[in-house]
């Protein structure tokens, strides 16, 4: 399913959708179940550490094996890639959707390479989402600790309209990773920009918003909402409850049951909260 048609009728009707950063086989297979338990469409998204970890065609593969048989709408969606070669394997090996990462150049030449961003997967069949502010936090070795520039809104209404890009990634005061303190958001932000140009926004750095904030933000366009930290922390954090409960148990079947079980449950109560159950098709 393409990243476009999940995200077209999320933000027509208001609701969020989960982009879950899937790290192996176990992880895709619970954020794919848990989508299916409760009837909502799922975006599935590698890191390009991901990717160069597994291999885009293994991953690409499992991604296949696993989605194509699922009963609800599945994508998956390339996160931050500042490496124009990585775009370019994974638009060739399938991916539906990449976000060409240029925060790191000027506006001016993130504005041109993210044009040939668009035009090379519109000959895949693929979508794009833009960025020109770094979302503060590393993820996956991508990003930085800095508090990044923000642009004025004419600069990024002036990119969305030269670009064409088919979602946007603003910032608005989120950061990747676990928060130390409240983070103080710009929800008008968002509201602005869809009223200049109305497509979906992209909601990144969610782990540790408010259930509020996230409801404020879907209702004001944020179509897509990317959960990486959640996972990382619900998949690690159960295998180490495991394996503390565990000491002398050699069994990694009943770990790995462990470990899917707390992912599907993190992965539910996101689709829960962001509205999008029994919106598949
Ligand atoms: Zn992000």
């Not at 160069?52 to 998956?76: N, Q």
């Not at 009943?254 to 029994?278: C, I, N, P, W, Y």
Request: glycine fraction near 6%.
């Amino acid at each position: 399913m393409s990243l476009k048609e999940i995200l077209d009728r999320a933000f027509a009707e208001r609701y969020g959708v989960a982009a879950f950063n899937v790290v192996n086989d176990l992880t895709l297979e619970a954020v794919v179940a848990a989508a299916e338990e409760v009837r909502s469409p799922l975006i599935v998204q590698t890191s390009v550490k991901t990717v160069k970890s597994m291999g885009a065609r293994v991953l690409y593969d499992l991604f296949r094996d696993i989605a194509e048989p699922a009963a609800v709408p599945v994508t998956l969606h390339l996160d931050h890639c500042p490496e124009r070669e990585v775009v370019t394997t994974c638009l060739q090996t399938g991916w539906n959707s990449v976000l060409f990462d240029g925060s790191a150049l000027s506006v001016a030449e993130n504005t041109r390479q993210t044009i040939e961003v668009v035009d090379e997967a519109r000959r895949h069949g693929a979508h794009v989402e833009g960025e020109i502010e770094g979302v503060r936090g590393v993820e996956d070795d991508v990003g930085s600790d800095e508090e990044g520039q923000v642009y004025p809104l004419e600069e990024a209404v002036a990119f969305l309209e030269a670009t064409n890009v088919d979602c946007f990634a603003p910032a608005i005061g989120t950061a990747h990773g676990v928060y130390s303190a409240e983070p103080e958001l710009n929800p008008q932000r968002v509201t602005d920009l869809v009223a200049r140009k109305p497509i979906p926004m992209v909601l990144h750095g969610g782990t540790g918003l408010s259930e509020a904030a996230f409801r404020d933000l879907i209702a004001r366009g944020c179509a897509k909402v990317n959960i990486s930290t959640a996972l990382k922390v619900t998949y690690l954090d159960s295998t180490r409850a495991f394996l503390d409960a565990n000491p002398t148990k050699y069994d990694p079947p009943s770990l790995f049951r462990e470990q899917r079980a707390a992912v599907k449950g993190m992965a539910e109560r996101h689709l829960t909260l962001f509205g999008s159950t029994d919106k598949a098709w």
